[in-house]
């Protein structure tokens, strides 16, 4: 673990702040309090929780080192840029050293042969004490330019419209010298909690409407539905199970691997289930009809948001045409509204099921930061990149159609 100090400003007047720079796990364990701490002041999102970020590494840190940087005042920490550095080779050839948040998307080879891309994390940014915003963001971009060597891109991903990292830290690091390319990608519909459930139905589009009180009065009482609340341990085990089977068996049946296709996910999920039940920050319901699960969703309850994360529900049963899956939804959004929730985030992507439900649209953003002028060695590592991409879509092609050759016959040897 490496440790300097530096002064946030050079005037007496701005605090002095240290930075830590933790690249081991057992200091990383051991930032939780202090992890915690700062998430519940700085109104950060659950991906930026402690849980989340350590389980993601253990998970998916595979051959990644640790570069969490640390900024304090006085003993208290007051700012977390939680990053790693990656290095990337392609063909073996070692090309560039990229500096990341922990979260982001990486790909992996499984030991049954199959190459993964993992992107589990829907938002990503740093963590900063509300209070001490201007000296953290100075001091962060100051550490970042006097150890620019070290690698030779900072390429963030997932970055919200809201984030310190797109509205404070970019800018710092454009005017120390970085040379900045931001890129707007997806889209990430999220909804106000309306007062009541009665109210908000009311307020839509009377197709909408009419679909939504169907889902309703399917779930209600005296209804087709049954709809539970997963509140004990061994429950929530057997409601997960039964997401990931009806998951995967939705998505495989389309010609998709779905997020299970491989265990590393499934682990990954239920470390994450474990430790959010313990907290009171997991939200989980199911959906049944006569005595069976049609449906169950997930998602996560953290700093007055709520997170839709993932569902799973049997579109193949006769009580499909009522929407379980969206008869869970509206649970989730009244669960909001009981708990007086500022809003419930649908996360990326633009279905249209969340285009019915809000009209408040979000985006996330990829920003990649160099150090400094581009050079021939620049452009070599530009095409490098491009072919990374290349082979990722490859990859993710070959399994698409492995997945096929095991639901409808096609010959296993095109996917060997």
């Known amino acids: 673990m490496n440790t300097a100090e530096r002064a946030a400003d050079r005037r007496s007047a701005i605090p002095v702040i240290s930075i830590q720079v933790v690249d081991a796990e057992r200091e990383f364990a051991a930032l939780c309090g202090d992890w ?38 006085d003993g208290e920490a007051i700012g977390l840029a939680p990053f790693y550095l990656a290095t990337e080779a392609l063909c073996g050839v070692r090309y560039r050293r990229c500096l990341r948040l922990l979260g982001s998307p990486v790909r992996v080879r499984e030991r049954s042969g199959v190459v993964m891309t993992y992107d589990p994390s829907d938002y990503l940014d740093i963590i900063v004490h509300p209070e001490y915003v201007s000296p953290v963001i100075q001091a962060l971009a100051e550490h970042l330019r006097d150890h620019a060597a070290s690698c030779d891109a900072i390429e963030l991903v997932n970055v919200p419209d809201e984030s310190m990292v797109l509205n404070a830290l970019v800018p710092a690091l454009q005017e120390g010298g970085f040379t900045v390319c931001r890129s ?11 007062a009541s459930l009665d109210g908000y139905v009311r307020s839509l589009r009377p ?15 005296g ?30 049946r389309s010609g998709y691997p779905g997020l299970f296709f491989e265990k590393r996910f499934e682990r990954f999920i239920e470390d994450l289930v474990d430790s959010f039940f313990g907290r009171d920050r997991l939200w ?9 699960v049609i449906a169950v969703r997930m998602g996560f309850v953290f700093n007055n948001a709520l997170y839709d994360y ?9 009580g499909s045409k009522r929407r379980p899956g969206i008869g869970l939804l509206l649970s989730m959004i009244e669960d909001g509204a009981r708990l007086k929730m500022d809003h419930v985030d649908f996360l990326r992507g633009d279905e249209e099921y969340k285009d019915e439900l809000t009209s408040e649209v979000a985006h996330n953003w ?51």
């Open 223 to 252: 209804g087709l539905f049954t709809l539970e609340r997963v509140e004990d341990h061994e429950s929530t085990r057997e409601a997960m199970r039964v997401l990931v089977e009806l998951h995967q068996r939705r998505w495989n």
């Open 36 to 73: 915690e701490k700062l998430t519940g002041l700085s109104g950060a999102r659950v991906y930026q929780s402690f849980d989340w970020q350590w389980l993601w590494w253990r998970h998916f840190g595979d051959g990644l080192a640790l570069h969490i940087i640390v900024l304090r005042r």
């Open 310 to 318: 993932l569902s799973g529900f049997d579109d193949e049963s006769p």
């Open 366 to 416: 990829t920003i990649t930061a160099c150090p400094r002028a581009e050079g021939p060695a620049d452009r070599v590592r530009a095409v490098m990149v491009f072919l990374e991409r290349v082979a990722t879509r490859w990859w993710r092609e070959r399994l698409i159609v492995r997945v096929h050759s095991q639901q409808y016959g096609v010959r296993s040897g095109i996917v060997r």
């Open 284 to 292: 989980l319901r199911v959906m049944r009809m006569n005595g069976s």
């Open 184 to 194: 707007r990608t997806d889209v990430c519909p999220r909804l106000r909690v309306p």
């Open 207 to 221: 197709s909408v409407r009419r679909r939504l009180q169907q889902a309703r009065d399917a779930a209600g009482r």
